[in-house]
């Protein structure tokens, strides 16, 4: 891979940045109408139904995952290809994974509707009255997965085209559709249940139609040959298949986790761990966006050999990662004590130190986020896969040896937490050996300098911890104060000069816009 380099190829990061600003903002009003419209749906349909729904809802994910692998990997290629800009070979590659995807479509609703049906009538517990609307619910995710699969090509063309606006007001109008919906639920005469599944199929429905009608008329790429060039999909199956074995080593260290909780200390202790989980899931929220919207610069960057660009890419998801991340997490973590107590009412057991070591972890796996999306753009992922694959594995035995001496229920939390830290340095490594040419100093220094602001920016709210005796107070005050040192600092310490130039547009914009607004 040479170094090549021609204006026009350059990373965009005021376009990536203001995609992640989009998404964030997408994912922050839907996580909102999305509260709203559960609250309403659980009561409309009350614990009987709700549950039938959750567990047929459940059901499929069992047999559809290979599909959300096969995704990743047609995600990455078409990027790829468009990034080399040859528009045949994008067309050729796009017809291909479509009719990848319709095959293991056909294949897995086969398989979904033999394993659902027994499963409905002879291993849930779902009372007599409810049988037919059950079927139902599962007959409608069956065909919704369908839909889904067969979508996975066109979304991947958004993605690579870095269309995500038409992504965020699709993902509003679904989720006030949603909220519609539930409404429609609560004052419905009809059976709720079916009403309430028969109007989520619409909505998922509609809107993968409608992203598959704004594809065919955009993009020239999403209009599929007859024919098909088999030789095309040799490195996308080898690629889904490193990446299948990878996940599948990940999915079994969460679920041991879960399992060696369980075992040890009880149902009270998988709680915590799930309430714990929750919360950190919703600050990862923030985070995911950033990923999805620098991820296509990376690929693009490596399909035209420019590493230098595709470095600058890395670096510029890696600051801004770390940094939305910490301004959100580090409150968090002082504060976990009085929200779980907002939140829930009461505090679980060992739940606020249970979130401080996942926020830790998770910190740490943004360290390593943008070493492993180089890594996917390279498409060699017989090193990660293995590599990673039985990294994640080793920490069930440690966690298991440390329950079995210590029985410290922490110590699990302990064991995550270090080895995200320490898969830094094996991605590193990994991907120094694939991309010799590319220097991860860079990287290295960006890491650095972020852990110091993130330190330094919590050293006053920490000492305020003594002075500030009411919680609701210490709260707001901490909150504002690390947010507001910072972000101060990582503008003016650790930002380039472009990067701030970016900030300054938007927060110039915003203020034009209130004005606008005022009069």
């Given amino acids: 891979m040479t170094e090549t380099r021609s204006n026009n190829q350059d990373f965009n990061a005021r376009r990536a ?33 709700y549950g039938i729904n959750v567990v047929i809802a459940g059901i499929l994910p069992a047999f559809t995952f290979v599909g959300g692998i096969l995704a990743t990997a047609t995600s990455r290629f078409l990027t790829f290809e468009i990034g080399r800009g040859n528009k045949q070979l994008i067309r050729e590659t796009f017809t291909a994974t479509f009719y990848a995807h319709l095959a293991l479509a056909i294949i897995l609703v086969g398989i979904c509707e033999v394993g659902g049906i027994y499963l409905l009538h002879h291993k849930l517990n779902i009372p007599e009255t409810r ?35 038409i992504y965020a007001y699709v993902s509003l109008t679904s989720a006030l559709y949603g909220l519609l919906s ?49 030789i095309i999909l040799k490195p996308i199956i080898t690629y889904t298949a490193w990446n299948l074995f990878g996940n599948s080593c ?19 202790y998988n709680s915590s761990t799930s309430v714990a989980t929750t919360v950190s899931g919703s600050v990862d929220g923030f985070t995911g966006p950033i990923q999805s919207a620098f991820s296509p610069s990376i690929t693009k960057q490596y399909a035209q050999g420019n590493l230098k660009e595709m470095q600058r890419a890395m670096k510029t998801t890696l600051r801004f990662s770390l940094i939305v991340y910490a301004m959100i997490a580090i409150p968090l973590a002082l504060n ?66 440390l329950y079995s001496y210590y029985h410290n229920y922490l110590h699990a939390f302990v064991v995550i937490a270090m080895g995200n830290f320490f898969e830094v340095f094996q991605r590193a ?40 005796a009411n919680p609701i107070l210490y709260l707001v005050i901490t909150t504002l104060l690390y947010i507001t040192t910072l972000g101060g600092t990582a503008f003016l310490l650790l930002l380039e000069q472009h990067e701030r130039d970016i900030i300054r547009q938007y927060v110039l914009q915003f203020s034009v816009k209130i004005r606008d607004f005022q009069k």
């Fill in 182 to 230: 539930a409404l429609l639920v609560k004052y419905t005469t009809f059976d709720k249940l079916i009403v309430y599944v028969i109007l989520g199929f619409t909505n998922s429905v509609g809107c993968t139609l409608y992203l598959r009608y704004y594809c065919l008329r955009h993009y020239q790429e999403a209009r599929i040959y007859h024919r098909i060039r088999l």
């Fill in 17 to 49: 940045s203001k995609n992640a600003s989009l998404l964030i903002f997408r994912s922050v009003i839907t996580i909102a109408i999305g509260l709203i419209t559960s609250r309403i749906i659980f009561n409309a349909l009350g614990i009987e139904d």
């Fill in 250 to 268: 990940l999915a079994i260290h969460h679920q041991s986790r879960n399992y060696l909780v369980n075992v040890f200390f009880g149902v009270t």
């Fill in 336 to 401: 976990a004590e009085l929200l779980f107590q907002l939140w829930l009412n009461s505090v679980p057991i060992a739940a606020p130190d249970v979130l401080r070591w996942i926020l830790l972890a998770s910190f740490f796996a943004l360290m390593s986020s943008p070493l492993g999306l180089a890594i996917h753009a390279t498409g060699k992922l017989q090193l990660i896969s293995i590599i990673g694959g039985l990294y994640v594995l080793a920490q069930f035995f440690i966690i298991f040896a």
């Fill in 131 to 165: 049988e037919g609307a059950a079927m139902i619910a599962l007959q409608c995710a069956i065909i919704g997965v369908f839909f889904n699969i067969t979508q996975a090509p066109y979304n991947a063309i958004l993605i690579a085209r870095e269309q995500f606006k």
């Fill in 429 to 468: 490594a990994i991907l120094k050996k694939q991309l010799p040419q590319l220097s991860l100093r860079p990287l290295f220094v960006v890491n650095a300098k972020v852990i110091s602001l993130v330190l330094f920016a919590a050293i006053l709210p920490f000492i305020l911890k003594d002075y500030i």
